[in-house]
């Protein structure tokens, strides 16, 4: 029998999980909350920002709480990350985690910041259940973070991952993205900075996921030249532990001082496709089984509509049947998505 994939039909003992027609289940949700944000990184958008999502086209925290309910007690999900934008500035994050929380109890629940007003609510999002933060931090040099944030708040950065920290929003872990000419050079300071500190750091290659489109291969700070610049600083070597589905290959660094590891997301140079469980909804409710799929499915209709339960879970393994095996970035006929990676919730 073959599949349509414009009319996909689930396969026969999948009714459970959210699985995709090359044998892999989906089982960690990202969920934007806000495609808007305080600052301006250079790889993810232009210096006057993007046109923001209309609010009535945003999910409401009902709708969010509701989908997430669904994920989780339909479809299997045991990981769920708020993202954006930047989370923090949406109205009524601390409410949506708590409720969260309340309906399901097991979830893994994390947030993905720039950490700007991290400092006023990290103890407030802890006693409402949250389990930790991954804070993305690209310099500890007040100028490189103002080039590359076009923000000059890298102080305020700093104290919102203290906070997390104090708040017991851990494992702190930190995001890093290198750009040529501006902060390639950071990554031993970055390291020692995390080490020291007790957070886990991660260098992430940069994406075409930028909304003006100017990534560019020759451009990108690979993995190999990060690891090439730690080994040159540090004693590197990869952790034997299994990585699983983990994006990170893991490195055990010791600069000599502190021991620990630090991850490298290759995810231009060496993909992780075939082991990727992940699923995303976009702030105003649209299911992308991908972050570079080229089609989406409309939950929000769904939910505005009068659909039960049943029938939006429904709907989202069919958006996720249909997934493609890999994200195709090495491919000549490569397309960037419509969406970019802050409108799509990274
Ligand atoms: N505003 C929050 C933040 O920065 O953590 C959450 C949203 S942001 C889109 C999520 C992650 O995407 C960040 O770690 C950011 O560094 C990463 N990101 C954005 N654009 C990217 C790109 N073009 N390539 C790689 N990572 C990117
Ligand atoms: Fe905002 Fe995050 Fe994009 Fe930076 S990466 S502009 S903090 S959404």
Redesign the pocket.
């Known amino acids: 029998m073959t599949q349509s994939v414009d009319l996909p039909l689930l396969p026969r003992g999948a009714a459970g999980g959210l699985v995709d027609r090359h044998g892999r289940t989906a089982t960690d949700l990202r969920v934007s909350l806000t495609d808007r944000?305080n600052l301006r990184?250079s790889?993810?958008m232009p210096p006057e920002g993007l046109d923001w999502m209309p609010v009535e086209e945003t999910l409401s925290d009902d709708e969010v709480v509701r989908l997430v309910g669904i994920g989780v007690h339909h479809l299997g999900i045991r990981e769920v990350r708020f993202?954006?934008?930047?989370?923090l500035v949406r109205r009524g994050l601390v409410d949506i985690v708590t409720r969260v929380r309340r309906d399901a109890p097991d979830v893994d629940l994390s947030l993905?910041?720039?950490a700007l007003g991290l400092a006023r609510t990290a103890q407030a999002l802890a006693d409402a259940g949250l389990d930790r933060v991954n804070v993305?931090l690209d310099s500890i040099r007040p100028d490189s973070f103002a080039e590359v944030t076009r923000r000059d708040r890298l102080h305020d950065a700093l104290a919102g991952v203290e906070a997390a920290a104090a708040a017991g929003l851990t494992p702190v872990k930190i995001?890093a993205?290198l750009l040529r000419g501006i902060n390639d050079g950071q990554a031993p300071e970055l390291t020692r900075w995390a080490l020291e500190n007790g957070y886990e750091l991660r260098f992430?290659e940069?994406?075409p996921?930028?909304a003006q489109h100017d990534?560019s291969r020759t451009e990108m700070v690979t993995a190999e030249e990060i690891l090439a610049s730690l080994q040159a600083a540090f004693t590197v070597v990869p952790s034997e532990e299994a990585r699983g589905s983990a994006p990170a290959e893991r490195f055990l660094v010791d600069t000599g001082d502190v021991q620990g590891v630090v991850g490298v997301i290759a995810s231009v140079t060496r993909p992780f496709c075939g082991d990727c469980d992940r699923v995303r909804i976009t702030a105003d409710g649209q299911v992308r089984n991908c972050l570079f799929a080229r089609s989406e499915s409309d939950l929000r209709a769904a939910l505005r509509g009068d659909a039960d339960d049943a029938a939006v879970a429904a709907q989202w393994r069919r958006a996720m049947w249909t997934k493609a095996a890999g994200h195709g970035i090495n491919d000549p006929s490569f397309l960037q998505p419509t969406r970019s990676?802050?409108a799509i919730g990274?």
């Open positions: 944000c990184c790889y993810c993202t954006g934008g930047e989370p993905t910041t720039n993305s995001n993205v992430i940069q994406m996921l930028d990534w990676m802050s990274g």
